[in-house]
């Protein structure tokens, strides 16, 4: 399991593994005041209909975007920018493309992540594949007391 890297929410790590990495989205609308959230649709490359929630973090520091195949409910993208306080670009940009779903132990599980990423004028990719995932593999009752 991976854990979100030291002084980071993991609520902000799409990459973490948690309770709240899993259901992010009760998560991201918990808090937010009203007019803040914003739902629209879309079209993946492909032609298939796509639907996206964002949402901006109440100090405003942070715009989260999520995109996600309207037929499967899978998500497909996450989009984070991130401001300065009171700034209205940017600093960066950071967006994690979803694919390649398998089912495992019953859970659609993405078997690639694309990641980029945009730090002025910083450019960054980075491919993840996995060939294998398992779920709560030696995990017992005991690792929660």
Do not use: C, W
């Not at 995109?67 to 940009?93: C, H, M, W």
């Not at 945009?118 to 929660?144: C, W």
Request: aromatic share 8%; glycine share 8%.
């Amino acid at each position: 399991m991976r854990k979100a890297k030291k002084g980071r929410s993991p609520l902000y790590d799409p990459l973490a593994l948690s309770s709240s990495a899993i259901f992010r989205e009760l998560d991201l609308i918990a808090g937010i005041p009203k007019g803040e959230l914003e739902f629209g649709s879309t079209h993946a490359p492909d032609g298939s209909p796509g639907i996206i929630v964002s949402a901006r973090v109440p100090n405003g520091t942070l715009k989260e975007m999520r995109q996600y195949d309207a037929s499967s409910g899978l998500l497909q993208k996450v989009a984070l920018n991130f401001f300065r306080t009171g700034e209205v670009e940017p600093v960066r940009l950071m967006v994690f493309s979803y694919s390649d779903y398998r089912e495992v132990d019953g859970v659609k599980i993405p078997f690639q992540i694309n990641i980029g990423s945009k730090h002025g004028q910083t450019e960054k990719a980075e491919t993840r594949r996995y060939s294998k995932v398992l779920i709560n593999q030696g995990v017992v009752l005991s690792d929660f007391d």
